[in-house]
């Protein structure tokens, strides 16, 4: 088709805003073949086959401890592309793989004689700084109440072990970015992967999906790779604002994909009162803040809290006069918190007028 579009032209020579377009144009048509030949392996986990293929590719990305095992009764989540091209305002390309928790977790509890079983390393996530001091009181509790306690395949310490992250658990999913060293179609697209008991307990997300839709249309996602190649070459050239920039870079990806949490009940931008919710200002402050900055490197780059907490109470703002496609528009546009942050300034009735223009 690109041909077509070279000869359409004629013979005169493409001028460079011409020629970009063709190599988007082949960007896109390749993205959208590989993810057709993706969904034909990750829809049929149940070969072998394509169990292989999937942990061949996982290996050569760096994850060198998974096996095709792991992948046994996992399947492809049914989210439906259309519907959130529509709600989202952007692309999407769903490859989101469910993960039973036998799988997923390092050790999970099953209750005999209902069939309940309990993710005790997701549990413990969520206690955050006290998960080591409660750990044996959970325990505790689940043995009272007659659960017997398994070894899982860990697939998430497997995925926690490769990236070297020692002190944050992968909880619910994650999202792996394509690899140009693998075999095709994931050297075009990424994958994600999510824990069944999640689904099970909140309903379909498009949680890991939305954490892709970042990496592949905002500008300052590229740019915070930049950033990082030139400080892994060289610390003294990358200034401390320009790395808590990067930061609070996935502090914005981890709020775009929030929002779906807070659809679905898991979680609420305020902080909760004698609720099960969690807020997303505590998820962030307890979870993924430490999570960014080690895998980062960045442990001596703080985040402002209250700028955090912040934008929390933008995004409880927005959601509340903007429709989720304009929502994604702001996001992916945001340098740092300062910039989504001064979203708040806005009147309800511009916020209106100015989500019609966009």
């Known amino acids: 088709m690109s041909n077509e579009i070279e000869s359409s032209m004629g013979n005169s020579e493409l001028t460079p805003l011409q020629q970009e377009g063709i190599e988007l144009y082949k960007e896109v048509q390749e993205t959208e073949t590989a993810f057709r030949e993706a969904v034909e392996i990750l829809s049929a986990l149940?070969?072998?086959?394509?169990?292989?293929?999937?942990?061949?590719?996982?290996n050569q990305m760096g994850y060198s401890e998974i096996t095709a095992s792991d992948f046994e009764n996992c399947s492809l989540l049914p989210l439906k592309r259309k519907d959130l091209q529509e709600e989202f305002g952007v692309s999407f390309f769903p490859l989101t793989v469910v993960v039973p928790v036998e799988k997923w977790s390092l050790f999970y509890a099953k209750n005999p004689r209902t069939g309940e079983i309990r993710d005790i390393m997701d549990e413990l996530a969520r206690m955050g700084a006290q998960a080591e001091k409660q750990q044996p009181a959970l325990l505790n509790q689940l043995d009272k109440s007659g659960y017997k306690i398994f070894d899982g395949a860990e697939l998430n310490h497997k995925f926690d072990d490769a990236l070297q992250l020692h002190s944050v658990t992968i909880a619910g999913g994650l999202y792996i970015s394509p690899d140009r060293n693998c075999e095709h179609p994931f050297d075009k697209v990424g994958i994600s992967f999510m824990s069944e008991k999640y689904i099970k307990e909140y309903g379909i997300t498009a949680h890991e999906e939305l954490h892709k839709v970042y990496q592949i249309y905002s500008p300052f996602s590229w740019q915070s790779d930049e950033i990082m190649a030139e400080y892994e070459s060289d610390p003294k050239s990358v200034s401390l604002e320009g790395l808590r920039d990067v930061l609070e870079r996935d502090i914005i990806n981890e709020i775009n994909t929030s929002r779906d949490n807070?659809?679905?009940?898991?979680?609420?931008?305020?902080?909760?009162?004698?609720?099960?919710?969690?807020?997303?200002?505590?998820?962030?402050?307890?979870?993924?803040?430490?999570?960014?900055?080690?895998?980062?490197?960045?442990?001596?780059?703080?985040?402002?809290?209250?700028?955090?907490?912040?934008?929390?109470?933008?995004?409880?703002?927005?959601?509340?006069?903007?429709?989720?496609?304009?929502?994604?528009?702001?996001?992916?546009?945001?340098?740092?918190?300062?910039?989504?942050?001064?979203?708040?300034?806005?009147?309800?009735?511009?916020?209106?007028?100015l989500g019609i223009k966009i």
């Open 262 to 353: 807070v659809k679905s009940g898991d979680m609420v931008w305020y902080s909760p009162k004698g609720s099960h919710q969690k807020s997303v200002s505590y998820f962030l402050e307890k979870l993924r803040i430490g999570y960014y900055q080690e895998a980062r490197g960045l442990e001596n780059v703080d985040i402002e809290e209250k700028k955090m907490y912040q934008a929390c109470q933008t995004m409880d703002y927005l959601q509340k006069h903007l429709p989720e496609s304009v929502l994604t528009h702001i996001l992916l546009n945001c340098k740092n918190l300062d910039d989504l942050n001064a979203w708040s300034k806005f009147k309800p009735e511009e916020l209106q007028d």
């Open 46 to 58: 149940d070969r072998e086959e394509n169990r292989k293929k999937l942990a061949k590719n996982l």
